[in-house]
């Protein structure tokens, strides 16, 4: 290894595991690293680990941002072995055993990519350029500032034509995410929307649609919850289009493949992702959705000591013949098992393979409206019983006792009074005309 | 009254009161004239109500913006006679009775200016364009993600000296503000930064410094408390320098008067303020501080039916010979006067003039360490004490109970571990490349 590394972590004895990304994976496999005999580098765009599951309701002003994400250092204080840059990769250099970043290279004895996934916009330009996503919490912030914005402005908006694209709001996708946001703004739309905004006719002018290209909700799931899903969302107002594509959107229309034209200016994009790898990887181990190829030990084929886990790692099992799907649960396994695995090298063991244990899956539709899948498709239910086992497994998985204390007062004062707080307009400033917006920090003062 | 105006206000038989600005003052006044034979609009540039006394807290990741701000339209749900409009207020037109706005315009009976006051450079553009002041709840989230931002850049950045300028911190300004958060600064520096960046030796390297024109701290609080303040930050480290001034910043070093420069990248500014009047407004009604002068019943001289109240109004007592200090007891002492004023005149009643109570100041300079003048300067004290009466008020000021709650977690959870939860550097993404970025809103949808 080099005497030197420029992104500054002091040599030592120990090797070296670089992990990069902080999601569900690389935590799990941080944290279960942290106090052992490596030197664990962390690297992420962020400083906080993000729970995505509950980004929908930090985008309906339900939960702030801060209630569901956890800053890292703060996660390893104490933990001596533990390294964290926030910076983003560039480039991997498999031969050099090197990643390069803005602020400089680091060195590795073992790399492991946790990149996660990406948008995918299946390459419709006009559709990455004006629709929203929520692949991150800044996302969801924006999506909940535009949301607010747009309706201010249809105050001000005096005919009902020109007032539709402002206050329609079209999801495009019919996973939990778009599932879980159609029902959220459908119950804002009855509950919050009327008292906000007196001057307009709310119930008679906004429309919420959500647009899936299968023939059913929430696939993946069984079928009767895939029933129940859509069942909900329609007694709840959503006008729900399957077998339905979205062709082009242009920032005021969206085209639907049957020739349909919405007037919106909001389409969110929940409708599909892809691998998001580090370049330099080689280009044989790229397969389905932009994926990493792994062996059941996550090791890459073809290079030497790099490892992928969670939703960039693309491995089959005898249950899953099209991969894993690409949730929390299968990157918290795969962090922990590359963990125990890098645990029994130090004591001489071999390594054991990755086998996936499906927990079950579950959404929720709205107040006391869940479905949840156990044992999948052994086993399913819905109702308020599905509604509260789906709170409390997100409360339990939260980061954070402050966090779990805030998104509980917050869901109890929205259950009681229909009315979320935070329908608030903040954005940072932005001074000296320079400072990152959204992306990656500026790498201007020590590149 | 013109039959439309153009931010589409519905027309009433009620007289029509516009209000500009919802801080304090304005607050105060729209909230006592709903459910008044008036009509009232409020206007801001923001949807929500600020409490600028915890913007420090804010900023030193203490708490989170939505916990002390608080939406408009939620203070008003049920409110039929008050309307409220997102935007910017760009020009008065004092003989048509009307003002201008990016959307449109807007007729009015009567007109408050409540828009406060500005940060003042006092004309110095380079402290202008690199300072970063704290006027706005975004502003204070810009401070803490460039707080935080540059410690990670010190990680990555070797030599001491080019770390200095990342890691040391500059307050100018020796006011409440100055003061808080100096106090804090201090404390992030003894019970946080250690813990979560081990790597820098923070107790050698870090120092920050307040910078204060005049012999002593807290102009305005008794000579005793002024004392106690300046004995506290000493005691936590704080390098106060008494009767000095900053020349000039360029981004990277502060010059002093003295010829001493400090190498930092981070003044905030906190050492003056100036009245934002609206354009329009008759020249002569301008004085000291760039305020609006105005008789005791809050009156412009020269125009009709234009109030000024708050920072941006200027009024003489016999007791303050040189104006009402510009904090939020005045603000919500004249809003109260203005609103019982209109009420009497539905009554057929005379108005009566302004006078302010002065009920104390108070600022804290950190755990158990605060400063309280009651009926000053007759009695002071320090201390616990003094800390737990801060607390307490600013408790009991903050708006809405979920947000009482949410502060008063924060404190017991900060007091207990010493350690903030809240050190994420968040912004929301910007995208469509036109979004407001920190100003008023765009005006291009509806304009």
Redesign the interface.
Known sequence: MDATT???I?ESDLPRIVIVGGGFGGLKLARKLSRSAYQVVLIDK???HQFQPLFYQVAMAGL???SI???F??LF??K?NV?I???EVTRVDPAAKRIHTP??HCNYDHLIVATGADTNFFGNANIA??A?PMK????A??L???I???Y??A????GYD?RQE?VDIVIVGGGPTGVELAGSLAEMKKHVLP?????LNIAAEVDIYLIQSGGELLKGFSAGSSAKALRYLTDMGVKVLLDSRVTDFD?HIVSLQDGRKIPT?KVIWAAGIKGAPIPGLPETALTFGNRLAVDPYLRLAGVDNIYAIGDVAYLEEAAFPKGHPQVAQVAIQMGDRLARNFARSLDGKDWEPFHYRDKGSMATVGRARAVVDLLRPEFHFGGIMAWLVWLLVHLFAIL?T??K??VF??WV?NYINY?Q????????????GS????GP?SPD??G
């Open positions: 420029k992104i500054n002091p962020n400083n906080y702030e941002p801060s994400v956890f800053p250092r703060k204080q104490g001596k390294y840059r926030v910076t602020f400089g350029e004006f929203i991150s919490v800044s996302e912030l924006y909940r500032n535009n607010l914005d747009d201010e402005d105050l001000t908006t005096p020109s402002l008292k906000d905004y007196p001057e920032g200016q954070g402050r966090n204390l805030f007062v917050n004062a009315n707080s935070l329908r608030l307009i903040i954005r940072p400033t932005f001074r000296k400072d990152g917006v959204g920090r003062i020590s």
